[in-house]
């Protein structure tokens, strides 16, 4: 085997490269994006795997330490599911750091056609500089105020587009709230999600005069959750409206006290929290089939 020596030679913009010498000749082993090139195979080593510039692809599917069926996909985005190409199949706009589609490597480099690169990450800003961007970090907020503006252009899933109490004719009694993600500025927010954990708890009274109790927790997903939810620049809404509907096991509901504790969170790409959760409540009360009061609150 030959003895490496190595050298750094400089060369435009993140188009670096490692040189080394043996048999009195100068070889370099970095090509694509900096990232060194096996002699033997003709692939480069990413960290997590090999990609061949030949094929434009890796030779190996992505993969993640947590279980996940789609390693890093973003369901909003049909490039993400294939988890052979690189860089979202996008290699003008995006550079992939350490062989993961969407790893957790993320920066914006300064090359020679770009003052500055998204490179594929859905978490953090950096400048060129490697500055960071914003010192804003990720923030849920949740409306709850009836009146409060609904900015979002979303209409709520029990009918309307005003936040507070509503009444749906044949369905039931409801709370609309709307939740507000702020990703820091100049952050994609179709690569975020909102999620939350809920424990309803609901007795009441049906029109046959017998007793009922409805009590249920878990754990859903609020956005993305297709036209109940929407992303405009570095800001993620979804809309709710929790609340008792007006049947149970086929008996229609004359009273109805119910209250639904949640606690909700923003998660990137891979479903991890990148922001502080916000517990919140609603709590409804219907006699003689007859909304009498109806309060939201955050904690």
Request: contains cysteine.
């Amino acid at each position: 085997p030959h003895k490496r020596r190595g050298k750094e030679a400089s060369t435009a913009a993140f188009m670096m490269q490692a040189a080394y010498e043996y048999d009195g000749a100068w070889h370099y082993a970095s090509q694509f994006t900096g990232k060194e090139r096996d002699a033997e195979t003709g692939l480069d080593y990413f960290g997590a795997r090999y990609y061949s510039a030949s094929i434009g692809r890796f030779m190996t599917p992505d993969w993640t330490s947590a279980a996940s069926a789609v390693p890093y996909a973003r369901f909003n985005n049909p490039q993400t599911l294939n988890l052979y190409s690189y860089a979202r199949t996008n290699p003008i706009t995006f550079l992939d750091l350490d062989g993961h589609i969407d790893g957790p490597s993320a920066d914006v480099v300064e090359d020679p056609d770009h003052a500055k690169r998204q490179v594929d990450g859905p978490k953090d800003v950096k400048c060129a500089q490697g500055e960071s961007c914003s010192a804003q970090n990720p923030t849920l907020t949740i409306s709850t105020t009836p009146g409060a503006t609904n900015n979002s252009g979303l209409s709520f899933p029990a009918g309307g587009s005003d936040i507070g109490s509503v009444t749906a004719e044949g369905r039931g009694w409801f709370y609309n709230v709307l939740l507000t993600g702020t990703l820091p500025e100049g952050t994609d927010a179709s690569n975020y999600g909102i999620v939350q954990t809920f424990k309803d708890k609901t007795t009441g009274v049906t029109d046959d005069g017998k007793t009922f109790k409805a009590n249920s927790s878990g754990k859903e997903t609020v956005a993305p959750n297709g036209s109940w939810s929407t992303t405009r620049g570095n800001i993620l809404n979804a809309v709710d409206s929790p609340g008792p509907h007006n049947t149970v096991g086929g008996k229609f509901v004359d009273s109805v006290t119910t209250n639904i504790q949640f606690k909700s969170w923003i998660v990137d790409a891979t479903g991890k929290q990148v922001s502080p959760a916000v517990n919140w409540s609603v709590n409804i009360v219907v006699v003689g089939g007859q909304l009498k009061t109806a309060t939201a609150g955050v904690e």
